[in-house]
């Protein structure tokens, strides 16, 4: 039996509505940096600027960066999500968290980046 990932399921939700509805200029991407690490893999990442609690969704446009988190209905922000975000905003930039598709379609429309 396959573990449900209900994160995943929304992640690819918003993306193909970016496919879709993202505004000219729009640009957007997923740093994986989960998954299953070997420690000396995960080391070696660290060295390389992986930096814990990187958003799901990095999204530019028009000289401006953008930062989303997402969750599914019972999930919560780490520490280290809250304080990139956090970091997102004091450096000028947009950050947010948004529960389900409907909340991160809302951030988007928010932000100016889907039609």
């Known amino acids: 039996m396959k573990r449900q990932r209900p994160e995943q399921a929304c992640q690819r939700a918003v993306v193909e509505h970016l496919r879709l509805r993202a505004k000219p200029g729009v640009v957007y991407f997923h740093v994986p940096n989960g998954g299953r690490r070997s420690m000396r893999e995960a080391a070696e990442f660290k060295r390389q600027g992986v930096l814990a609690g990187v958003s799901d969704l990095i999204l530019l446009h028009d000289g401006n960066f953008f930062a989303l988190e997402l969750k599914a209905d019972k999930g919560r922000l780490s520490e280290a999500?809250?304080?990139?975000?956090?970091?997102?905003?004091?450096?000028?930039?947009?950050?947010?968290?948004?529960?389900?598709?409907?909340?991160?379609?809302?951030?988007?429309?928010?932000?100016?980046?889907?039609?």
């Not at 905003?89 to 980046?113: H, I, P, R, T």
Request: glycine share 12%; no cysteine.
């Open 81 to 115: 999500q809250r304080e990139f975000l956090d970091g997102v905003n004091d450096a000028g930039g947009y950050s947010a968290y948004a529960v389900g598709v409907d909340q991160a379609l809302k951030v988007l429309e928010a932000w100016e980046l889907i039609r």
